[in-house]
């Protein structure tokens, strides 16, 4: 956390002599060395034991600075309950020295530090520092509001004449506002952390209060046998940030004792929240939300882009791998693939040279047969062919559907149909097939189905084998024959 100094001149109210009258300012008059002490030789000073001198401060450092010199005798530093006895006698004289110092104290609380004169020898204040701890990454931003500010509001008799405000030209910007009137106040709108506020000090200045934010009200006292300009009349930290606002309350001691304001310091906030309603107002998004707006429109950005890089890739895979929702035409089916058939050895009857079965899916009709076949029961069935030729057209072949015989056609086929003629096939069952199966055109859903592999056809059994291979029903004896059964044995009714 970043540190802040802060120093006051022996001048400044916030520090309090007591008792009144027994410290006096030191001047060039009364001093050949004056000019030695800091900010123009001011110093104050006593030569009274018991004489205290006290300040309060928020900070985790503090400094104290005078003179030891061989007139100066013993002094003790109380701090939080804790006193030590030190030294200011010197040969030869020193000047702006640390006659006190303490670190490492706590931030947490107020501290106060009273240094007490301890014999009737001399001792002297020239100023004091302490440190403070304002911001968090790093020190703060500082602005300064003149007294013309629209961020003071004067309530009560104010001027801001030169003839009535000694010295107004050694004020910051030379300008100041002074009000004799008791209870006349000014309030002091501002956001930040911590602020100053600085006027003048001299014989004619007197009492004033200041209440911060609403809180107790803390009485100083501005009287001073010089007249001093751009002196500290108060110090607030620790505020948090944010909009806050201070009354300053002129409390004459006397007749004719004035309060001077000259200009205000204050120290904005790290959390950006220390927009003011006065001219050097700043307005728009802080520094953080911007940067959290920005950090999320990018992670926003870089997570669509992931998406649609996840979603380009996959469609490129499945367009390669030729996998579904694809834009490839697909390829023609392959033709089917005919059984070839082979006569059986030792069989009479005539057989295929090469021939196109149906599908497994379709039954076999069976070969036209006659003869007579004893089964395996012993009985014997004349088997013959059920569906005698019908009158063939002119072209040859059949007009008329039978079941066993494979349809014939004209030469001109029917389209997308391989046309049989008898004389390649012979008198056995054939049914037409696609001669290439048409191709679609468009979107395939799934992969390409291979050609079906050539496949052996089934063995050529004779009509007695076939028999043997019957399930023999009683009754139904006339379901005995090659299988299937024609349609009348398949309608006849069972009878016994």
């Given at each position: 956390m970043?540190?802040?100094?802060?120093t006051?001149?022996?001048?400044s109210p916030l520090?309090t002599?007591?008792p009144?009258?027994?410290?006096?300012q030191?001047s060039?008059?009364?001093?050949?060395?004056a000019?030695l002490?800091?900010?123009?030789g001011?110093f104050t000073?006593?030569?009274?034991?018991?004489s205290k001198a006290?300040?309060?401060f928020?900070g985790?450092?503090?400094y104290?600075?005078?003179?030891?010199?061989?007139?100066?005798?013993?002094?003790t530093?109380?701090?939080?309950?804790?006193?030590?006895t030190f030294?200011?006698?010197?040969?030869p004289?020193?000047?702006?020295?640390?006659?006190?110092?303490?670190g490492?104290?706590s931030t947490?609380?107020?501290h106060?530090v009273?240094i007490?004169?301890e014999?009737?020898?001399y001792f002297?204040?020239?100023?004091?520092?302490w440190t403070?701890?304002?911001?968090?990454d790093?020190?703060?931003?500082?602005?300064?509001i003149?007294d013309?500010?629209?961020?003071f509001?004067?309530?009560?008799a104010?001027?801001t004449?030169s003839?009535?405000?000694?010295?107004?030209?050694?004020?910051?910007g030379?300008t100041?506002?002074?009000?004799?009137d008791?209870?006349?106040y000014?309030?002091?709108n501002f956001?930040?952390q911590?602020v100053d506020?600085?006027g003048?000090v001299g014989p004619?200045?007197?009492?004033?209060t200041v209440?911060l934010?609403?809180?107790?009200?803390?009485?100083?006292?501005?009287?001073?046998?010089n007249v001093?300009?751009q002196?500290m009349l108060?110090h607030?930290?620790?505020l948090?940030?944010?909009k806050?606002n201070m009354?300053?309350?002129?409390?004459?001691?006397?007749?004719g004792d004035g309060l001077v304001?000259d200009?205000?310091?204050y120290y904005?906030?790290d959390?950006?929240s220390d927009?003011?309603?006065?001219?050097?107002?700043s307005s728009?998004l802080s520094?953080?939300a911007?940067?959290?707006?920005v950090?999320?429109?990018?992670?926003?950005l870089?997570?669509?882009a992931?998406?649609v890089f996840?979603?380009?890739?996959r469609r490129?895979?499945?367009?390669d791998?030729?996998?579904i929702?694809t834009?490839?035409?697909?390829?023609p089916?392959?033709?089917?693939q005919?059984?070839v058939?082979?006569?059986?050895?030792?069989s009479?009857?005539?057989a295929?040279a090469?021939?196109?079965?149906p599908?497994?899916t379709?039954?076999?009709?069976?070969?036209?047969l006659a003869g007579?076949?004893?089964s395996s029961h012993g009985?014997q069935?004349?088997?013959?062919?059920q569906?005698?030729d019908?009158?063939?057209?002119?072209?040859?072949g059949?007009?008329?559907y039978?079941?066993?015989?494979?349809q014939m056609y004209?030469?001109?086929?029917a389209?997308?149909?391989?046309?049989?003629n008898?004389s390649?096939?012979?008198e056995?069952?054939?049914?037409?097939v696609?001669?290439t199966a048409?191709?679609r055109?468009g979107?395939?859903?799934?992969a390409?189905?291979?050609?079906?592999?050539?496949?052996?056809?089934?063995p050529q059994?004779?009509?007695?084998?076939?028999a043997?291979?019957?399930l023999?029903v009683?009754?139904?004896?006339?379901?005995f024959?090659?299988?299937?059964?024609?349609y009348?044995?398949?309608?006849?009714p069972f009878?016994?």
């Amino acid at each position: 956390m970043p540190s802040q100094n802060f120093t006051i001149d022996n001048t400044s109210p916030l520090i309090t002599y007591k008792p009144e009258g027994q410290w006096s300012q030191g001047s060039a008059a009364q001093d050949s060395a004056a000019d030695l002490y800091s900010d123009g030789g001011t110093f104050t000073l006593t030569n009274t034991a018991g004489s205290k001198a006290s300040f309060s401060f928020n900070g985790t450092d503090v400094y104290v600075y005078g003179a030891k010199r061989g007139n100066h005798g013993q002094y003790t530093v109380a701090l939080d309950g804790s006193s030590n006895t030190f030294d200011g006698y010197s040969k030869p004289d020193e000047f702006q020295v640390a006659l006190f110092t303490a670190g490492s104290l706590s931030t947490n609380k107020m501290h106060t530090v009273t240094i007490t004169c301890e014999d009737d020898a001399y001792f002297d204040i020239d100023f004091i520092t302490w440190t403070a701890d304002i911001g968090k990454d790093t020190a703060p931003s500082q602005t300064t509001i003149q007294d013309t500010s629209s961020e003071f509001s004067y309530s009560g008799a104010w001027t801001t004449n030169s003839d009535d405000i000694p010295s107004l030209s050694s004020f910051n910007g030379g300008t100041a506002h002074q009000t004799r009137d008791g209870d006349s106040y000014v309030t002091l709108n501002f956001s930040g952390q911590a602020v100053d506020l600085y006027g003048g000090v001299g014989p004619s200045r007197g009492p004033y209060t200041v209440q911060l934010n609403g809180g107790d009200v803390q009485t100083f006292n501005a009287t001073n046998a010089n007249v001093q300009t751009q002196v500290m009349l108060y110090h607030g930290d620790n505020l948090g940030g944010g909009k806050h606002n201070m009354i300053i309350t002129n409390q004459p001691g006397r007749t004719g004792d004035g309060l001077v304001i000259d200009y205000a310091v204050y120290y904005a906030s790290d959390d950006g929240s220390d927009a003011t309603d006065g001219s050097n107002a700043s307005s728009g998004l802080s520094t953080g939300a911007i940067v959290g707006i920005v950090v999320g429109v990018v992670g926003g950005l870089a997570v669509l882009a992931l998406a649609v890089f996840f979603i380009l890739r996959r469609r490129r895979k499945n367009r390669d791998e030729g996998g579904i929702w694809t834009d490839k035409p697909e390829s023609p089916i392959p033709p089917a693939q005919p059984y070839v058939y082979s006569p059986a050895p030792g069989s009479d009857h005539n057989a295929y040279a090469t021939s196109t079965y149906p599908s497994y899916t379709q039954a076999l009709p069976p070969p036209k047969l006659a003869g007579t076949i004893t089964s395996s029961h012993g009985s014997q069935s004349n088997v013959s062919n059920q569906w005698p030729d019908e009158s063939s057209n002119s072209a040859g072949g059949s007009s008329v559907y039978r079941p066993g015989v494979a349809q014939m056609y004209s030469s001109q086929g029917a389209p997308g149909l391989h046309t049989a003629n008898p004389s390649e096939v012979g008198e056995g069952p054939f049914m037409p097939v696609p001669a290439t199966a048409p191709s679609r055109p468009g979107k395939q859903m799934g992969a390409a189905v291979p050609a079906a592999q050539r496949q052996a056809p089934p063995p050529q059994l004779t009509p007695e084998e076939l028999a043997h291979q019957r399930l023999m029903v009683d009754g139904r004896e006339q379901d005995f024959g090659p299988l299937p059964p024609n349609y009348d044995q398949a309608t006849q009714p069972f009878s016994r």
